[in-house]
C-alpha cells in the first residue's frame, strides 16, 4: 500500500515569500501524484496533478511541483505566496491501476501573514 | 452546475447509535468514494463504488459499510458508533472508476459522537 509524508506541518510565513512543501511517498511501482488544497471552510480542490510526462508540473493560482521519481518525491512550490494562499494542504498518491484510492499525506497548515 | 453534495452537514450522536450519511455525485458521474478525516490528519479512503457494485475498501471495521444508488448517489452507514468515529466524512465523485479520472470532493459531514 502506498504510504505519503509530509513535514513541517505548520508553516507560517508572510506574503511575497516562497513557498515549499515537501512531499515524499514510498511505493515502488508507478504512482499518479496529487496536490490537493482545502481553503477555509471550503471543499477539498485539486491544485496539480501527475501521471506521466514532463516531471515539473504547473498547476492553479501560480503553484508548481517537481516529480523526482529517484527521491520519491513530489514537491510543491510557489515563488510568492499571497495572504489568499492561506489553506491546508495535502500531497496525495493513487496506483495507476485498480481502484481510484488515494492516500493522503496528513497536510501542511500554511499560514500567509499579509 | 452543483458539485459534490453531502447531507446532513453536522451530526451528532452517542456512542453504540448508527448512523447513515448521503452523497449526490456531480451530474454524470459514476463513481463515489468515501473518506474519513480526523482532526489533524489526512482523508483515509474507506470505501470507492462505480455501477453500484464496490470497487474498493479501506482498512475500516465491517462497522462500516456503503451502498451506490442506481441514480449514483450513496450512503455510508456506520454501527455501533464509538468515540474514535468522530471525524470529518468526504464524498468524492469521479466521471469513472478509472484511475485518470480526478476526484471532486464535497464538503463532508461532521459526525461527532458523544
Known amino acids: 500500500a502506498q504510504s505519503v509524508s509530509q513535514h513541517n506541518h505548520h508553516v507560517i510565513l508572510s506574503e511575497a515569500a516562497s513557498l515549499e512543501l515537501g512531499c515524499n511517498y514510498s511505493?515502488?511501482?508507478?504512482?499518479?501524484l496529487f496536490w490537493y488544497v482545502q481553503y477555509p471552510g471550503q471543499h477539498l480542490q485539486l491544485l496539480l496533478k501527475?501521471?506521466?510526462?514532463?516531471?515539473l508540473v504547473k498547476g492553479i493560482k501560480g503553484f508548481e511541483a517537481e516529480f523526482i521519481k529517484s527521491k520519491f518525491s513530489f514537491n510543491l512550490r510557489k515563488p510568492s505566496v499571497q495572504w489568499s494562499d492561506t489553506a491546508e494542504y495535502f500531497c496525495?498518491?493513487?496506483?495507476?491501476?485498480?481502484?481510484?484510492?488515494?492516500?493522503f499525506g496528513k497536510g501542511n497548515q500554511v499560514v500567509v501573514i499579509p | 452546475d452543483a458539485g459534490v453534495t453531502q447531507s446532513p452537514t453536522h451530526l451528532i450522536k452517542t456512542r453504540g447509535q448508527h448512523v447513515t450519511l448521503r452523497c449526490s455525485p456531480i451530474?454524470?458521474?459514476?463513481?463515489v468514494s468515501w473518506y474519513q478525516q480526523v482532526l489533524g490528519q489526512g482523508p483515509q479512503f474507506i470505501f470507492q463504488y462505480y455501477e453500484k457494485e464496490e470497487r474498493g475498501r479501506g482498512n475500516f471495521p465491517d462497522r462500516f459499510s456503503a451502498r451506490q444508488f442506481p441514480n449514483y448517489s450513496s450512503e455510508l452507514n456506520v454501527n455501533a458508533l464509538l468515540l474514535g468515529d468522530s471525524a470529518l466524512y468526504l464524498c468524492?465523485?469521479?466521471?469513472?472508476?478509472?484511475?485518470?479520472?480526478?476526484?471532486?470532493f464535497g464538503d463532508g459531514t461532521r459526525l461527532s459522537i458523544l
Open positions: 451530474s454524470g458521474h459514476k463513481s
Open positions: 468524492a465523485s469521479s466521471l469513472s472508476g478509472r484511475t485518470n479520472q480526478p476526484q471532486h
Open positions: 511505493y515502488g511501482g508507478t504512482v499518479n
Open positions: 496525495a498518491v493513487k496506483a495507476p491501476y485498480g481502484n481510484n484510492r488515494l492516500a
Open positions: 501527475y501521471f506521466s510526462g514532463d516531471p
